[in-house]
């Protein structure tokens, strides 16, 4: 089992030494405080972590506090799967405190905000 250590700054991508039969890195690995940060809205900022051949990626989305998406969030073409590293995310309906998961349907939507400030892990199966 690998684990991934949030926080921290330019991605750094490491192929670990064991490969797959198609000769293809078995490992990649990246550390948050080395992902270039993207700012999406004031005080939201993504970094990526990883984009898979297949569309799949996956990021660390950092919210301030008494921050909004602006807009609605619409899942497409696939779903989103987060998971609250800290703080307190609140969807537009509810709030969500560190250590909960949350997986969204394609199609499905929300307005992403916070009042005390958040971190997420947000990863896309199908880009």
Same mark, same amino acid.
């Given at each position: 089992? +690998?684990?991934?250590?949030?926080?921290? /700054?330019?991605? @750094?991508?490491?192929?670990?030494?064991?490969?797959?039969?198609? $000769?293809?890195?078995?490992? !990649?690995? +990246?550390?948050?405080?080395?992902?270039?940060?993207?700012?999406?809205?004031?005080?939201?900022?993504?970094? =990526?972590?990883?984009?898979?051949?297949?569309?799949?990626?996956?990021?660390?989305? &950092?919210?301030? /506090? $008494?921050?909004?998406?602006?807009?609605?969030?619409?899942? &497409?073409?696939?779903? &989103?799967?987060?998971? !609250?590293?800290?703080? !307190?995310? $609140?969807?537009?309906? @509810?709030?969500? =405190?560190?250590? +909960?998961?949350?997986? /969204?349907?394609?199609? +499905?939507?929300? !307005?992403?905000?916070?009042?005390?400030?958040?971190?997420?892990?947000?990863?896309? =199966? &199908?880009?």
């Amino acid at each position: 089992m +690998s684990f991934l250590t949030l926080g921290g /700054a330019a991605v @750094r991508r490491q192929a670990g030494p064991m490969t797959t039969e198609q $000769n293809t890195p078995a490992h !990649v690995w +990246s550390a948050v405080q080395d992902a270039p940060v993207q700012e999406l809205f004031p005080g939201i900022r993504a970094r =990526p972590l990883w984009h898979g051949d297949n569309g799949a990626k996956a990021y660390v989305l &950092e919210m301030d /506090a $008494n921050t909004c998406w602006q807009g609605v969030d619409v899942h &497409e073409p696939g779903p &989103e799967e987060v998971f !609250v590293v800290s703080g !307190v995310f $609140n969807d537009g309906e @509810r709030d969500y =405190p560190a250590g +909960s998961f949350i997986h /969204a349907s394609a199609g +499905s939507s929300h !307005v992403p905000q916070t009042t005390t400030g958040c971190t997420l892990f947000l990863f896309y =199966p &199908e880009g």
